[in-house]
């Protein structure tokens, strides 16, 4: 039987987080979805208990984080410890982002305010639907779905999104290796109240000799402990921990004095890490666990599908509607199957660490970790990696920049490398004399460029930056948000009416772009630097988004 031709321009496979950010992501930007999932409802178990700061920066470009913090509590920062006292201390409160704190919030949670945030843009999750077949070739996707009644759908859609979790059907549909191995411990969970002195506003991590101890604050009073308790090849399966169990690791490997009751989830489980090769294979692309899946250590498995997606979003979303080449997809690939290898070794490197058996290398690393961890760059490498604000593109085709006079500002590392996370500063809205930031001026859903003046500019400065923006629009349309940031006004100079314009008095965004002088970064929907020019030069701007992107008059 032919299939029928969907009427949406992509078909989500899987309503976790991951799928359902997928869906906002791509309504965000236009793009008609179905999202269907197999499970008759949302989780009602906490599962992934954390939003780190650079998924809460990315979720307020598709429209606001603030649901999900005022939802959550803040967990200002994490401590280690080891034979009774602290080895380490790691604050959050001064880590680069609008949002310097780790976000404890169940999974539940966030499904559920994903699912009405999408709901509220018209898209209905179709529950109890299972994806039987996917039949991909070179212009779509041939799809079975079986419904709730048993009845088979037969579809045709451009484009499918595979965010059904580590047991993928879309993936197994495909015939795909998914690489890598089992680890040997048998770990336990457990959600549930603890009375006794433990820092509610922080993440607790015990190190001791017979295995490790990490304590997660929770709403209400609530805490998350996970424990590994060392090999057991005899069984098939990890149990499930009685409250005794829990109890009694909780008084080997804790403080001392503390008591947990009242349980709401108790779990055994095994660490696979796992990785697809490839995220994209032709009209099917696959984010979340059903690209990668590793060690819990860091949390960062839902922090980096939710991510997956938001690469994604814009770019099929151009693709979709004739804006890029196809090839644009193929960055998707090359930059987050990277940073899956990048959460995979590091993950499974602090998992390596906290579950030593050996005494010598306990006692080595028990010394060694607190005199390396006193050093400023290390506390603030840690920092940005665990939440997630150094996740960056370096290798990425999308990356270009043009170097000219003036350019010896960006050596030992001046200003923001193409492939990396943009910075914030503080700026102010001529219009209106209000405070704003750089971030607030982001669009997630065109590509900003911001062309900055340096530190004392004239008229003819001005009109010149004026002049790429206006050689950027004639080719690009409203692919390209044009900013123009200047210290103050600026007299004789003429600026249209329609082109947004800040003020950057203090010259906090200057410095932290080393823009000495007039120079230009194009920042991606989703937040990233493609490209960067000083001096300022429509040129080689324009090449390097013909490069991926179609002019203007093509899709017209």
Known sequence: MADATNTEDVLIVGAGP?????????????????????NACRTDKSKALVLWSRTLELLDGLGGAERFVDAGMRAHGASLYGHGKRLVHASLDDVDSPYPFA??????????????????????????????????????????????????????????????????????????????????????????????????????????????????????GRFRMIADVGPHPERAQPETPSLEQVQALLDERGPGGLLVRDPVWLSGFRINERKLAHYRHGRVLFAGDAAHVHSPAGGQGMNTGMQDVCNLGWKLAFVRSGRARDVLLDTFDVERSEIGERVLRNAGAMTRVATLRSPIAQSLRNHLVPL??????????????????????????????????????????????????????????????????????????????????????????????????NAVAYRFGALVEPLLVIPDAVPGAIVPATMRVRHDRELALHRRYAATSESLYLVRPDGYVSFRALPADAEHLLAHLDLHFVPAASTS
Request: aromatic share 6%.
């Open 18 to 38: 991951v799928g359902l950010t997928a869906a906002l992501a791509l309504t965000r930007h236009g793009v008609r979805c179905r999202i269907v999932d197999r």
């Open 103 to 220: 976000l404890m919030i169940p999974q539940s949670d966030t499904e559920r305010l994903l699912e009405e945030w999408v709901a509220s843009l018209g898209v209905t999750v179709e529950r109890r639907v299972e994806l039987r077949a996917a039949r991909p070739d070179a212009t779509g996707v041939g799809v079975t779905l079986v419904h709730p009644d048993g009845r088979e759908e037969s579809l045709r859609t451009p484009w499918l999104v595979a965010c059904d979790g580590a047991h993928s059907t879309v993936r197994h549909q495909l015939g795909l290796e998914f690489a890598g191995k089992p680890e040997p411990d048998d770990w336990v969970l457990a959600d549930g109240y603890v009375e006794g002195a433990l820092a509610s506003d922080e993440i607790s991590l015990y190190w001791h000799e017979r295995g490790v101890l990490a304590m997660f604050p929770m709403i209400g």
């Open 372 to 469: 390396i961890a006193s050093l400023e760059f290390v506390q603030a490498r840690f920092k940005a990696t665990l939440t997630e604000l150094a996740v960056d593109y370096p290798a990425s085709p999308l990356n270009g920049e043009h170097r000219g006079a003036g350019a010896h500002a960006w050596l030992l590392g001046g200003g923001v490398l193409p492939g990396a996370r943009a910075v914030d500063a503080a700026l102010t809205d001529p219009k209106t004399g209000a405070p704003t930031t750089l971030f607030a001026a982001l669009d997630g859903t065109t590509h900003t460029l911001v062309l900055l003046t340096g530190p004392e500019p004239d008229a003819a400065c001005v009109g010149h930056l004026v002049g790429i923006a």
